[in-house]
């Protein structure tokens, strides 16, 4: 079927770097692009970039362009989200989502991958 | 950034219910809103797109209305499974943005 399947938890230290991966299946994953939304504890989902899946060219929200590098390995059918300088704050659940356009629906979601940043 | 205010926050109804969930967007983005069904400790799950698209296999008690900037979700005769919370989505305007919620519970 066809689904996306995410990477395990991350504890982090603050300045630290994650990243998190996305393991596309059952579909053509060059013909998509994927999003990646955090969820912050209580909070609702905040959008953080986009990434076309058969070109490579990415949409970063503004509040991330300097921190978060969105990549593909269409080898493997597989997104990464990779974010530096980890703060406290950036603590949430990482979800990837299907999207053909950054401004699509997202139909597809990953189980969401827990990062928690701690000293 | 477009701003997107659900209500009401929470809403406590019974089985069988007819429950409406409003969102308002503080500029108009036409029919380019999504609503999103999630449960606790789960990845949101898409309803709704385009405003008024029922996707696939999604139950015909949920509807989408609404253009401009004042949106409804509704769900016709609650049951028990609906309980969760319920999150609008606009992809008009760079970036996408969220609202804020709204949590459906069992009264």
């Known amino acids: 079927q066809v689904q996306l399947v995410q990477s395990g938890p991350e504890v982090k230290s603050p300045g630290a770097s994650v990243k998190v991966s996305c393991k596309a299946s059952g579909y053509t994953f060059s013909s998509s692009g994927v999003t990646w939304v955090r969820q912050a504890p209580g909070q609702g989902p905040e959008w953080m970039g986009w990434i076309s899946a058969y070109e490579g060219n990415t949409n970063y929200a503004q509040k991330f362009q300097s921190r978060v590098t969105m990549t593909t390995d269409t080898s493997t059918s597989t997104a990464y989200m990779e974010m530096r300088s980890l703060k406290s704050d950036d603590t949430a659940v990482y979800y990837c989502a299907r999207g053909k356009e950054w401004n699509y629906a997202f139909d597809i979601w990953g189980q969401g991958t827990m990062v928690t940043v701690s000293s | 950034d477009i701003q997107m205010t659900q209500s009401p926050s929470s809403v406590s109804a019974s089985v069988g219910d007819r429950v409406t969930i409003s969102c308002r967007a503080s500029?108009?983005?036409?029919?380019?809103l999504a609503w999103y069904q999630q449960k606790p400790g789960k990845a949101p799950n898409l309803l709704i797109y385009a405003a008024t698209g029922l996707r696939d296999g999604v139950p015909s008690r949920f509807s989408g209305s609404g253009s401009g900037t004042d949106f409804t979700l509704t769900i016709s005769s609650l049951q028990p499974e609906d309980f969760a919370t319920y999150y609008c989505?606009?992809?008009?305007?760079?970036?996408?943005?969220f609202g804020g919620g709204t949590k459906v519970d069992i009264k």
């Open positions: 989505q606009q992809a008009s305007s760079f970036p996408p943005s």
């Open positions: 500029q108009d983005i036409s029919r380019w």
